[in-house]
């Protein structure tokens, strides 16, 4: 598992489909039998001793003794992301043909697009690249038709299309309409896709999330178009699986990057949680967190992932170790929408992430088993701070005080 975390450091591109509408088709997952028929649908967990897949609404746990072979559109894009990973501050195209032939034969078919865009992008005339995204040659170059208009790669670097002709494209798991720049577009998926990944391969792996089956959707509005208002830049809407920007003045990594993982998460414990679950909101925003510190955006200030494991979120653990007035280990796990209305809402977001961090890996990790028990019934319902102290064992008053104390000692 080291060497998969090792190669993902290198991250930083996913895929894109081509530049229409944002309706990948992607090949179904296959499993085949020892004996019966072939299996398809989506793998969403592949374990030491079984495959999880997922056909319609119903999954289904296949021991490995019992199948020869799979395939998994998650697996396949893992494995190239370590190339993938320099296409994107790739200065020359030589071997980026190859990768882009690669992906499609994996059934990459967004990736490959992606891989001929930024082919194009350091050879603007590259006839290759042209001929594969399906462009037409002109007397005065190649055109092709973008954001619902015909231009060429020159008139591609300034076009920044009104809101109702935005920029639509799909990468592997999202859905994106954009209509900050082309390229400033790109990134944005590309980053999204690396999340994604980075999550599966950190939290994923740490509480066995199933992979989410429903796609996702990105909205990036670059000219005032935002329909959150003034004082919110971000917000996520879990029940049409989307994350919408207010990227006017820029686009910002780590601003994606906390957003993001509350969707990623949420659709995450939706693939397999009753309907009764309730993703605590002190836990959401200390995973959110969490993820901001392992892809070192914990300053807030970065333009590239620099993934690390063993990160920690250095300014929330200064901010809840310097308040004067530290909320209690109650008020914590019984936080809600409210709490983070104020605009200033940085020490409560800091004690979700250090309370997180604590059970995590505290204390040499004395209670991680008993966070993933609580993680677990989480997805069954069991989300209140009486199931938390109760898998913690901390119910009686004095151990929970005992708890508390600890976890402030902690951050000294």
């Known amino acids: 598992m080291y060497r998969v975390f090792v190669c993902l450091v290198l991250l930083c591109s996913v895929s894109i489909a081509w530049a229409g509408k944002g309706d990948l088709e992607l090949p179904k997952d296959r499993i085949v039998m020892i004996k019966g028929k072939p299996l398809e649908g989506r793998v969403v967990k592949i374990n030491d001793d079984d495959v999880v897949l997922r056909v319609r609404s119903k999954r289904k746990v296949i021991e490995r003794k019992k199948f020869k072979s799979y395939t998994s559109i998650n697996e396949e894009l893992s494995s190239v992301m370590p190339d993938l990973g320099i296409v994107s501050r790739a ?28 082919i194009l992008r350091l050879d603007p005339d590259n006839e290759e690249a042209h001929t594969e995204l399906g462009h037409k040659r002109q007397k005065k170059g190649w055109k092709f038709k973008m954001a619902e208009r015909t231009t060429n790669m020159e008139k591609l670097r300034e076009l920044r299309p009104k809101w109702g002709k935005a920029f639509e494209f799909s990468t592997t798991h999202f859905d994106v309409r954009s209509n900050m720049s082309w390229f400033d577009s790109v990134k944005a998926a590309l980053m999204a896709e690396q999340i994604y990944v980075l999550i599966f391969h950190s939290l994923g792996d740490e509480f066995e999330l199933y992979w989410p089956t ?17 004082r919110y830049k971000g917000q996520v809407d879990v029940e049409v699986h989307r994350a919408t920007f207010d990227t006017e003045e820029g686009f910002q990594p ?43 955006f914990d300053q807030n200030k970065g333009e590239v992932i620099r993934f690390n494991r063993d990160n920690r979120h250095v300014l929330n653990h200064q901010t809840h170790r310097d308040a004067k007035d530290p909320f209690g280990l109650n008020r914590v796990l019984n936080f809600g929408p409210g709490d983070f ?8 977001r800091a004690q979700c992430y250090t309370l997180f961090d604590y059970c995590l890996n505290g204390e040499d990790a004395q209670y991680k088993a008993a966070l993933k ?21 901390v119910r009686r008053k004095k151990a929970g005080q005992e708890f508390e104390n600890a976890w402030e000692d902690s951050l000294r």
Request: charged share 25%; aromatic share 12%; glycine share 12%.
């Open 91 to 118: 200065l020359e195209v030589s071997g980026l043909p190859q990768l882009a032939k690669s992906c499609q034969e994996r059934g990459l078919y967004g990736e490959a697009k992606l891989v001929w865009w930024n």
């Open 214 to 230: 429903e796609r996702m959707g990105l909205h990036f509005h670059g000219d005032g178009s935002f329909p959150g208002g003034a």
């Open 254 to 296: 780590w601003f994606l990057a906390r957003h993001l993982s509350e969707l990623i998460l949420t659709e995450a414990i939706r693939e397999e949680a009753e309907p009764t679950a309730n993703f605590p909101m002190w836990l959401k925003i200390g995973m959110e967190e969490y993820t901001l510190a392992i892809l070192g």
């Open 341 to 348: 209305k104020d605009e200033d809402n940085s020490l409560q």
């Open 373 to 393: 028990h609580f993680f677990t019934g989480v997805k069954g319902g069991k989300a209140s701070s009486t199931d938390f102290k109760e898998a913690f064992g």
